[in-house]
């Protein structure tokens, strides 16, 4: 098992520094574009208003369906 678990850590390592070389050319890429790094922060922005706006979306319906279940049982 001693194996397995040398096979895990050598994965895990070659994983990391996958992330570290994609992060790194990522960095170089918006040092070389500032257009391209402004882009992604606007994106990155839209994305986060967009998963706020579909919660607070979620919110209401559950708010409406309760409330209409509730005046359904009170209707009986």
Do not use: F, T, W
Not at 41 to 63: D, F, I, P, T, V
């Amino acid at each position: 098992m001693s194996g397995n678990s040398e096979q895990r850590r050598r994965g895990q390592e070659l994983a990391a520094d996958e992330r570290s070389a994609y992060q790194q050319a990522q960095a170089a890429g918006a040092r070389d574009n500032p257009l391209e790094a402004i882009k992604k922060m606007r994106l990155k922005q839209l994305a986060a208003c967009r998963l706020s706006s579909e919660k607070e979306m979620q919110l209401r319906r559950h708010k409406r369906d309760s409330s209409d279940s509730d005046e359904e049982v009170a209707a009986k």
